[in-house]
């Protein structure tokens, strides 16, 4: 059972567009909503984050709007580079001690110059 | 600082071959500890976890198993790999106390059953 929904599976930008990635998730007892980014043949790096009793939060050009009626989170990446050609995962942690994340499918984004 | 390491980096190996993939983390202690595997082209699955040493957590049920011998090192085996144990491995631990969740990866291990 899939319980984040990451849409798109891949997006095409030019540079200076602004991507949006949408997430759904099922769990209400998702407390915690990471983005992370992966460069081809890295592991993922933690992008930015936010907990449900925030509906926004930026840092620096990415954005994370969140909607916790809907269950739903989306990340904007505002004037998009060529270097943010990369892959996101959207993920979600369940509460509890393991603190295990459950990620969506990804994102291939890639930012044309 | 704390630093995660993983390897190896690549690995080729034959149908029925055994597999360790090791992980460890630096400079920290107690943390939690997680094996994922990517597919191509797709998502991030949880495979095991452990919050302490020698408890381990599996979350689908396949040809793989993981131990922790010790607080900060993290091992993924296989008696017999099958050609769809190829994939890209992800090692990852997190603070197992705090306000801070975020998760730190590996740099993974790409294996390739041939």
């Known amino acids: 059972q899939q319980q984040v929904k990451q849409s798109p599976q891949s997006l095409i930008v030019q540079k200076g567009g602004i991507p949006i990635i949408n997430c759904a998730y099922e769990?209400?007892?998702?407390?915690?909503f990471p983005w992370y980014q992966q460069f081809p043949g890295k592991g993922p790096a933690l992008l930015i984050a936010i907990r449900p009793d925030v509906s926004e939060k930026k840092e620096g050009r990415f954005t994370i709007s969140f909607n916790k009626s809907a269950k739903q989170f989306s990340l904007h990446i505002m004037d998009s580079q060529p270097g943010d050609s990369a892959t996101y995962f959207c993920?979600?942690?369940?509460?509890?001690?393991?603190?295990?994340?459950?990620f969506g499918s990804g994102t291939q984004l890639t930012v044309l110059p | 600082s704390q630093t995660i390491h993983q390897w190896p980096a690549t690995l080729v190996q034959p149908v029925g071959s055994p597999l360790s993939l090791e992980c460890t983390v630096e400079g920290t202690s107690n943390p939690n500890l997680y094996w994922y595997r990517q597919a191509a082209g797709r998502g991030l699955q949880l495979l095991f976890y452990?919050?302490?040493?020698?408890?381990i957590s599996s979350e689908v049920p396949q040809n793989l198993s993981a131990s922790r011998p010790q607080d900060r090192q993290f091992i993924l085996s296989s008696k017999k790999l099958l050609l769809s144990d190829s994939g890209f491995y992800l090692c990852a631990w997190t603070r197992r106390w705090g306000r801070s969740t975020e998760a730190f990866f590996g740099q993974g291990t790409r294996l390739t059953v041939v």
């Open positions: 452990s919050v302490g040493i020698g408890q």
């Open positions: 993920a979600a942690r369940s509460s509890g001690s393991a603190r295990q994340l459950t």
């Open positions: 769990n209400t007892a998702f407390d915690y």
